[in-house]
């Protein structure tokens, strides 16, 4: 890095050199210092636009640059923090009010502060209630609020505190949260915000410094800035371009840092009720598999791989709902589950859920199908927070977490023997009947066992597992084993069910709607199951009537402030896609008195099938939502009332299409080679209760999101950037001796590396003297002295080389090249070898 | 089992005391490592490739400055080169400073300092030395107060551009610079004349060489030929030369008042400061007419110098006023008796004072009484910020002195004539001059 030619400029006094002399108090580096701000502000602001978290987002760049340019002029002038202060504060909550009231749409005045005034009012009651708002006002006044705010204290600690880091590190971390849910398409403002973070730093440095020597009357280079920012910027670019190059650790998130991680998540993830329906520009899930889900509007499912899904029988095929997860609690403006109770499933114990079930399944006259499923992660997604299963989950490969509805969970005293030294599972065995699946024990202060907490398969229908939860996000190439048990049953056996009795608590959850449901929604349930019986009717009647007139389309409104969802798109909307269809035949079966739940995950058909592995390709595109109705004796059975797949998946089809025998669409010659026989109770392969890893799977490497490894641009881009500097060197080399005769600068090449390999010539020595010692030094060299001599004669002679000399020293100047660069290594090494 | 507990101490003690001082030293230096520290940890816990890479810069960030420092202190060479050490307030001090890089890489900044103890902001500048080349730098900086001050050694400090690390070098000595008090011209100064010529001489020998020759002594190497008186010489057989008088003349006395009690103001309008600059031009008013003048005062040091003449002796009263200090503990009244004996009826004696106490003006009196001729100039205390007091006019106009009164931020040239001149003395003025 050569000195810049300004680099020498003449000292001058510190008054401002141009045009910006005749605005008071401004000078150019404060100029810079705003630019550099403003380009890390927009940064942020641009990411979070981009992000497209909202419709309605005002553009956070118009806030970004007010509030930066309000913070710079108030840090400026001399007022007291203490004072300007709180005028920073009135002109944001103005600029606020200012875009809140744009937001809330036309009318006047007083008529959009009334609108603001009654959504917030809404709002509040959804916040302190459990409800789920649609609407997002509060969140985008929120977003401005604390916007301003941000560059408000970013502004103002960087000009009147010479301190970036106030400002830089939240304005990371807003960057963060951003990435992780846009996902890389970030990497260009990372980058930049980076690369004018560092730099900003460094002209909050030089501004101090400028500070005081203004304030000391020091002189200083007028172009100081610039150079400061020409050689900042070279090493900021090195450091960076290294740091993208190397690899990043390989190393796995620490179970109990996992583990608090997703709590946090999991707690965040309850206020996205209160965030109305917040989306990104990324392709995501639609679904996040937290406790909450809302009613997003348009959306764009993407395309992007998320899972290879194996049916390791191969002799079954055919269409299938995988679930994730089901919601109970339906809000107006989105879903939530009910309460829920966790069973810990260590691994193993699935055989003896799997027991349990099969007990209880022999004895009654239902069949069903054995799906084992390989699954394999192939995209770090949400997806991987929640074990997908075709039908009810009866075998795990893994110890998880089985959660089931809280109304299921009884409990029963403790046997009068157990003891406070006796385990659990003892006291499991001393208390619970086989059909009682044992979830915790509950012990008194001195341990002593005072009741134990089951869930009685004789109770209800069937192990009701409303979500698996794998205890950590299973990670992309990660694998996992799961079987499903997927029931046959006709309609005929489903409209028979009505004459058995439906638990309590299942009717008291699942037929219950929120008072804010109009009552149209109501009456339009009662219009459209007309005089249909039973529940098996009713649920058919409402799914055709919403597969007939209710269209498909994936671009619609999002449902206005303070509407009732299911009521917008039952009368207004009249489309919608997968989740409204499937929320609307729940609402409307609960209106008419049948239990009905949502439950969320994919839906793959036999086209999803890669040729080439045979597994299911499940994509963004396979998300879907349908309709789970009770029905006594069989639980909870599929409806889908979306009419862009088919309304029959494998239990539908043995129902409507009368295929009992056939499933899972298979093939009839494999027909009779099916495992199950549901009149001889539960099937259960051998592998279902430990799939071992397989040694081929990539699941056993632990690589993890990101570091996939070197992206070919990548190492071209750094190989490119290794040549510019090697060009470079060697152009700046080459100039240094440029105009000099051939032997002068073979001499000057010389010396410098003799030097630089502590071998300077000595004050007086000529140079005959300095190469005789240092052809002494390198003994290797021969014809030293022709390089003496040809120097001599070019540099005081002004003689002209002869051609044989020349090629002489030509032939000679790689070698002693060599010979010298090794001097400076091994100097080099003496020196590290000296500090050690 | 020492070594390990240097290391515990090392370790525990000494490196986050020095943290600690880092930290408040350099803010930005705390900043990164702690971001760096939270950035490793991230990585670490959530395995994110963004904590990585930024674990990486940062962790890269702090070698990459403190080579940067390194390199900008490292390879100069810095000549120092200062004009003189003897100067007057209101002149410049000079220093030329030149700077020679011999680094292979431009160095950003350098900001040089003389550094000084003299009143007023040290000279310091801030250049940019790009590769293997070299800058001058010419200092001049006023000054502004008499004294001895320090000059050099020369401080460079320097860093990275993203101030995480600062590096600071020394060069050169610390020298001594002693700051002589300008005096003025006192185009109307007047003081009464003690006995002339013809009512007694004043018998001292000088070095110079006048009309009166007073004696003989033996010869020394060093004297000149000229002195030598060959008809002694022969006489006695040995070399010997001549001695000579001063021509007759009355001698005259300044006395300056430097008892810290009597003292007011502060800096450059202290009654202090006023002090010395009348007695360096009382010095060079009289001096500069050949006059025979003396000093003395008693300020942090007792200061006496015997009545002379010429240059030399200017030299000697402005080096002893460059010094003078107001911090004596001998009021005028004690120093004037002390010192009394030096007053004859052929001297004319000067006291600046700013004491308002009466006592001194009996010794004054006293010496009076013995023939001398006096002259006061009082430094008007109230308006250097002191108590509102009565000046001594009356008293001493009754005793015959012609009195001046300075007050504070006053011309000296205009106040050390008729203008300045109170009480009823006035009219025993005389042409200027004639002293």
């Known amino acids: 890095m050569a000195g810049l030619d300004w680099a020498r400029s003449r000292t001058q006094t510190t008054a401002p050199p141009t045009v910006l002399e005749r605005l008071p108090n401004i000078d150019w580096e404060f100029a810079f210092t705003v630019a550099l701000c403003l380009g890390a502000g927009t940064a942020v602001s641009n990411a979070l636009e981009n992000g497209g978290w909202s419709t309605d987002m005002p553009p956070l760049t118009m806030i970004v640059i007010t509030g930066l340019l309000t913070a710079t002029v108030l840090a400026r002038t001399r007022l007291s923090m203490f004072l300007a202060w709180p005028l920073g504060i009135v002109a944001g909550a103005a600029m606020v009010f200012w875009q809140t009231l744009t937001l809330v749409g036309p009318g006047g005045v007083e008529a959009r502060v009334n609108a603001i005034y009654t959504r917030f009012d809404a709002w509040f009651g959804v916040a302190f209630g459990s409800g789920v708002t649609n609407d997002q006002l509060p969140f985008n006044v929120l977003v401005l609020s604390l916007t301003w705010l941000g560059v408000f204290l970013f502004g103002w600690s960087v000009v009147r505190w010479h301190n970036a880091w106030i400002g830089l590190i939240p304005g990371g971390a807003v960057i963060f949260l951003d990435l992780v849910l846009v996902g890389d398409e970030l990497t260009g403002t990372i980058l930049i915000y980076l690369l004018l973070g560092f730099l900003l730093i460094m002209q909050t440095n030089l501004n101090a410094n400028l500070k005081r020597w203004r304030s000391e009357g020091v002189e200083y280079p007028t172009f100081i800035n610039l150079s400061f920012f020409h050689f900042s910027l070279w090493a900021l670019i090195g450091l960076v371009v290294s740091a993208w190059v190397v690899p990043v650790g390989p190393y796995s998130t620490p179970a109990p840092v996992a583990a608090a991680i997703d709590g946090a998540l999991e707690r965040g993830a309850d206020f996205v009720r209160l965030a109305g329906p917040l989306r990104s520009n990324k392709v995501i899930p639609i679904h996040s598999y937290s406790r909450t889900l809302t009613f997003d509007g348009s959306i764009k499912l993407g395309d992007r791989k998320l899972m290879a899904v194996t049916v390791t029988d191969p002799r079954l095929r055919g269409d299938m709902l995988l679930r994730g997860t089901v919601y109970d609690d339906y809000e107006g403006g989105g879903w939530r589950t009910g309460e829920r109770a966790e069973i810990e499933v260590p691994q193993g114990a699935s055989e003896q859920v799997a027991a349990a079930i099969n007990e209880q399944l022999a004895e009654s006259e239902r069949r069903g199908t054995l799906v084992p499923l390989h699954i394999e992660m192939l995209a770090k997604t949400v997806a991987g927070t929640v074990i997908f299963t075709p039908g009810q989950p009866v075998g795990f490969d893994r110890s998880l977490i089985v959660d089931v509805p809280a109304d299921a969970v009884s409990s029963t005293p403790a046997h009068p023997l157990a003891n406070p030294y006796h385990s659990d599972e003892e006291i499991y065995t001393l208390t619970l009947d086989e059909e009682q699946i044992p979830v915790r024990v509950i012990r008194n202060s001195v341990d002593m066992p005072q009741s134990v907490e089951f869930v009685d398969l004789s109770s209800v229908a069937f192990s009701d597992t409303v979500e698996v939860d794998p205890g950590e996000r299973i990670k992309r190439y990660r694998t996992y084993n799961v079987t499903g048990f997927v029931p046959n049953v006709s309609a005929d056996d489903l409209r028979a069910s009505d004459d058995e009795v439906t638990p309590f608590w299942i009717d008291a959850t699942y037929t219950t709607l929120p008072v804010s449901v109009p009552q149209r929604v109501r009456d339009e349930a009662v219009r459209v199951v007309g005089d249909a019986e039973t529940r098996y009717d009713r649920a058919a009647a409402v799914e055709n009537f919403l597969r007939s007139s209710y269209q498909v389309d994936y671009k619609i409104d999002e449902t206005p402030p303070g509407r009732d969802t299911v009521d917008y798109f039952l009368f207004d909307a009249r489309r919608g896609y997968f989740n409204y269809h499937a929320s609307a035949m729940v609402v409307m079966l609960r209106a008419v008195d049948v239990p009905a739940r949502l439950a969320v995950g994919f839906a793959i058909q036999e086209e999803d099938i890669d040729p080439e592995t045979g597994a299911y390709i499940v994509n963004d595109d396979n998300s879907y939502a349908w309709t789970e109705v009770y029905f006594p004796t069989y639980g909870w059975v599929p409806f889908n009332p979306s009419p862009d797949r088919p309304a029959v998946f494998e239990t539908r089809e043995r129902v409507a299409g009368g295929s009992m025998d056939d499933p899972l669409g298979l093939d009839p010659a494999l027909r009779d080679q099916l495992p199950v026989n549901a009149t001889e109770g539960f099937y259960i392969p051998p592998e279902v209760d430990s799939f071992p890893l397989q040694d081929g799977d990539r699941s056993i490497g632990i690589l993890s999101e990101g570091e996939s490894g070197y992206q070919p641009w990548l190492l071209v881009a750094v190989l490119g950037f290794a040549a510019a500097v090697a060009v470079a060197v060697t152009v700046g080399w080459n100039r240094s001796v440029m105009g000099l005769p051939y032997p002068q600068q073979v001499w000057e090449k010389t010396v410098r590396l003799a030097s630089w390999g502590g071998f300077k010539p000595q004050p007086g020595q000529t140079p005959h003297e300095y190469i005789s010692a240092l052809g002494k030094l390198h003994r290797g060299m021969r014809d030293l002295d022709v390089l003496a001599s040809a120097y001599t004669s070019s540099r005081f002679g002004k003689k002209e080389l002869r051609e044989t000399d020349r090629e002489r020293l030509a032939e000679m100047w790689p070698v002693l090249r060599g010979a010298l660069m090794s001097g400076i290594l091994r100097r080099v090494a003496r020196r590290s070898k000296r500090h050690d | ?435």
């Open chain 2, 1 to 435: 089992m020492r070594s390990l507990g240097r290391v515990l101490w090392t370790v525990f003690v000494r490196c986050p005391v020095a943290f600690a001082q880092m930290a408040t030293r350099n803010q930005n230096l705390f900043f990164v490592i702690i971001a760096l520290i939270w950035a490793a940890v991230l990585a670490g816990v959530t395995g994110h490739w963004l904590f990585y890479r930024g674990a990486y810069i940062l962790g890269g960030l702090i070698p990459i400055c403190y080579l940067w420092a390194r390199i900008h202190a490292h390879g100069l060479e810095v000549e120092i080169e200062r004009a003189t050490d003897r100067l007057q307030v209101g002149q410049e001090f000079e220093t030329r400073l030149f700077m020679k890089s011999s680094s292979m890489f431009t160095k950003l900044w350098l900001e040089i300092e003389d550094q000084t103890n003299m009143p007023g902001s040290p000279p310091k500048t801030v250049i940019t030395l790009p590769a293997k080349r070299a800058r001058n730098w010419k200092v001049r900086m006023r000054c502004g107060r008499r004294g001895i001050f320090d000059a050099g050694p020369i401080k460079v400090t320097t860093g990275d551009p993203f101030g995480l690390f600062r590096i600071t070098r020394r060069y050169g000595v610390r020298s001594r610079l002693l700051v002589l008090p300008q005096p003025q011209e006192l185009p109307y100064f007047w003081a009464p004349a003690a006995m002339l010529p013809g009512e007694g001489t004043v018998r001292a020998r000088t070095h110079y060489i006048t009309p009166n020759a007073s004696g003989v002594r033996e010869y020394y190497p060093g004297d000149g030929y000229s002195r030598i008186h060959w008809k002694s010489t022969a006489r006695l057989g040995r070399l010997m030369v001549k001695t000579f008088e001063m021509d007759p003349t009355s001698n005259i006395w300044i006395c300056l008042d430097l008892h810290r009690d009597v003292q007011r103001g502060q800096g450059d309008e202290s009654t202090e400061e006023y002090g010395v600059r009348v007695v360096a031009s009382l010095a060079n008013h009289f001096l500069q007419q050949n006059r025979m003048c003396g000093l003395f005062s008693h300020g942090a040091e007792p200061v006496v110098l015997d009545p002379s003449r010429g240059g030399e002796q200017l030299s000697r009263v402005l080096e002893s006023l460059a010094v003078a200090e107001a911090r004596g503990a001998k009021p005028l009244a004690e120093l004037l008796q002390e010192e009394g004996r030096r007053i004859g009826r052929h001297t004319t004696f000067i006291v600046v004072t700013s004491s308002m106490n009466e006592e001194w003006l009996l010794t004054l009196g006293q010496a009076l009484h013995q023939g001398a001729r006096a002259a006061v100039i009082l430094l008007d205390a109230d308006t250097f910020g002191g108590k509102e007091q009565e000046l001594p006019l009356d008293q001493l106009g009754a005793m015959g002195v012609v009195t001046y009164v300075v007050p504070a931020q006053s011309d000296l040239s205009l106040m050390l004539g008729p203008s300045g001149i109170r009480g009823d003395s006035l009219l025993e003025r005389e042409p200027a001059g004639a002293g």
